[in-house]
């Protein structure tokens, strides 16, 4: 089973950042074990700030194997520029399942909830048209902190939403099935940001248990998600900066 991993800077994470990408690895390790899967992807460097680009190597976890930090997401992408690039990365790299987290820098920045679930319909008929096996996990979009003083971005996520489900009810097929994954449980962007839109540690792993426990209610791969490490879990949650943090740069949502 070779998982991709697609988002935007959520995804992709930051210099410094562990990512919801290393506690997937840590579930897929520990519940389908080595040589069960593989992470395959054409990118894997994090978002350096200084440079302005994905180039920096410095996870928080230096042990994250090289294989296992392959992706395909990037700070400021999202369903527009993921749509013509997703065929030749399903190609290249022989994926059978894509996480996909995206969606709030195109209704912030890019397209609106229309042009958006337009860019995510092609995008999943781009990767079947590459793997006609390929199943799609899709994460709804979470709200980050500027719906809470702008009521028409917050109907936009809402709206976008509510398209992205019926895109995957629409799509989904016997062969290659498209599932919407729940909305994080428990998440909340005053505590598991670091920002009010980027995770921090315990916002990674409920967004990595989002993706685990769909997977395992659907189609009984891995395992329900436990934390690598609870106690590592617990104090990343009250670790997260809740004031004086200067958010890295990116589009403005």
């Not at 978002?47 to 302005?52: K, V």
């Not at 059978?96 to 912030?108: K, Q």
């Not at 917050?154 to 629409?170: V, Y």
Request: proline share 8%; hydrophobic share 45%.
């Amino acid at each position: 089973m070779r998982f991709l991993f697609v988002g935007d800077s959520m995804t992709v994470g930051r210099a410094g950042d562990f990512t919801w990408r290393h506690r997937m690895w840590q579930h897929l390790e520990a519940t389908v074990g080595e040589g069960g899967y593989a992470i395959v992807g054409p990118r894997t460097g994090l978002y350096d700030a200084e440079s302005d680009a994905p180039v920096s190597t410095a996870y928080a976890d230096p042990s994250f194997p090289a294989a296992a930090r392959r992706h395909l997401a990037g700070w400021g992408e999202g369903w527009l520029h993921m749509a013509p690039v997703i065929g030749e990365a399903v190609a290249a790299s022989g994926a059978d399942v894509l996480l996909v987290s995206l969606g709030l820098i195109d209704l912030g920045f890019y397209t609106d909830c229309e042009q958006t679930a337009a860019n995510a319909r092609a995008f999943i008929v781009a990767a079947r048209t590459a793997n006609p096996q390929v199943k799609l996990v899709l994460l709804p979009v979470i709200p980050n902190i500027r719906a809470e003083s702008d009521a028409p971005f917050a109907a936009s996520c809402a709206r976008f939403n509510r398209l992205l489900a019926q895109a995957a009810a629409d799509l989904s097929t016997p062969a290659s099935p498209v599932l919407l994954a729940g909305h994080p449980s428990g998440y909340d962007i005053h505590t598991d940001t670091y920002d009010g839109t980027h995770p921090g540690p315990s916002g990674e792993h409920k967004l990595a248990a989002a993706f685990a426990d769909a997977l395992h209610r659907a189609w009984s791969l891995g395992g329900p998600y436990t934390p690598a490490s609870e106690a590592e879990a617990v104090r990343g949650a009250a670790a997260v900066p809740t004031a004086g943090v200067v958010p890295v740069p990116e589009p403005a949502l």
